[in-house]
């Protein structure tokens, strides 16, 4: 009997959902349901395919069989049919501290405690918080009052579930967050320097108790990453630290140029003329030109490092080879088991090619 009502049920028209016939069943026959599982979720995966997150009823429809499937049925089942869709909400996903519209946030956490948490934390980390590092990387570079930036970022902390903010990666985004927010602070303030942990804690709550300060990017161009950083801004180019990726124990950055080749106008549109954006940001610092820095550069990725170090990803790196930052070493790389074969050197900006 049962099995023919699973048969004949279809999740897109019955209103009466499956569970409330189905679990009534389950202290009397237990494991001898199991037949009626896989059909089950056939059946949601066929009435999912057209599904949008926006669409909450699919979270009433499933949760009642997370603990009635087994843990690995199931986290197989959400990775397939509800991730990808998630991953997509992030993806579109828009982050404006001007006029914020959170509905897309909403439906994506509204999954936390059903989608595996490893899951999560993936779409959190690919999808979400690159672009929530650029905004505040980007906003930090402007006038704005430095406590409207500390409400933002604990607004958002505040809207992450306690289990996904515990997890280890996680802390790590948020404190890099966090950090970014006290080199700007702490570089206006004059806020003498503890701990980074406890530095970053004490200098965002103490701000918004005891400040009310507007921020200035002219005070903090002094280094070459600092005036890269500005170049990538006027450019709306990304420009964030990457996580746990150091060269020569220094901090890498990662400034990412998705199109190679830009175009600008200077007659209001008429007719447009081509530009290299990778040169266009880095040649005015360095007074080279852009062959000899960016040769076969078709990576499109670029990395620089805080003040000491600065490193093109495959083909090319960057480093600054004395303390006041005079002399600078760029080195092309080819990844093929090796790496640094020729080297072009740079002192106080006037390029000499050694290959």
């Keep these: 009997m049962l099995h023919c009502e699973v048969d004949s049920w279809n999740p897109l028209t019955d209103s009466i959902p499956i569970h409330s016939w189905v679990h009534p069943w389950l202290p009397l026959m ?8 896989q059909p089950i979720r056939t059946k949601l995966a066929h009435a999912l395919q057209n599904w949008q997150p926006s669409d909450s009823s699919a979270e009433a429809v499933l949760l009642p069989w997370q603990k009635v499937f087994k843990q690995e049925t199931w986290n197989a089942f959400m990775n397939k049919h509800i991730v990808p869709k998630l991953v997509s909400t992030m993806q579109q996903f828009i982050i404006d501290p001007r006029q914020q519209i959170l509905d897309p946030w909403h439906w994506f956490i509204a999954w936390y405690d059903m989608v595996p948490l490893p899951s999560m934390i993936e779409i959190l980390e ?26 933002w970022y604990i607004g958002w902390r505040s809207l992450i579930p306690q289990a996904i903010i515990n997890h280890t990666i996680i802390k790590k985004i948020l404190t890099e967050g966090l950090m970014m927010i006290d080199r700007k602070i702490s570089g206006t303030l004059n806020v003498q320097q503890t701990s980074p942990s406890q530095s970053s804690e004490n200098v965002i709550y103490n701000t918004i108790n005891n400040h009310s300060v507007t921020m200035s990017s002219s005070n903090f161009i002094s280094s070459f990453k600092d005036l890269l950083e500005k170049r990538a801004m006027q450019y709306n180019v990304l420009f964030v630290p990457i996580r746990n990726r150091t060269f020569q124990e ?11 080749i830009g175009a600008y106008s200077d007659n209001g549109g008429i007719s447009f003329n081509k530009i ?27 990395y620089t490092g805080l003040a000491e170090t600065s490193f093109i990803r495959s083909h090319l790196s960057l480093y600054i080879s004395n303390d006041n930052g005079e002399h600078w070493t760029f080195i092309k790389t080819i990844y093929q088991g090796s790496r640094a074969r020729n080297e072009a050197k740079i002192s106080r900006g006037e390029a000499r090619q050694d290959f």
């Design 30 to 37: 237990k494991y001898r349901l199991e037949p009626l599982y």
């Design 126 to 151: 690919k999808c979400f918080f690159p672009k929530w590092l650029q905004v505040l990387n980007i906003w930090l570079s402007t006038n704005t009052n430095s406590q409207e930036i500390q409400r």
């Design 250 to 260: 220094k901090q890498i950055y990662q400034l990412n140029v998705k199109k190679r």
């Design 276 to 302: 290299h954006v990778l040169n266009t940001l880095v040649q005015p610092l360095t007074g080279c030109q852009g062959s000899t820095i960016y040769h076969n550069n078709t990576h499109q990725m670029f």
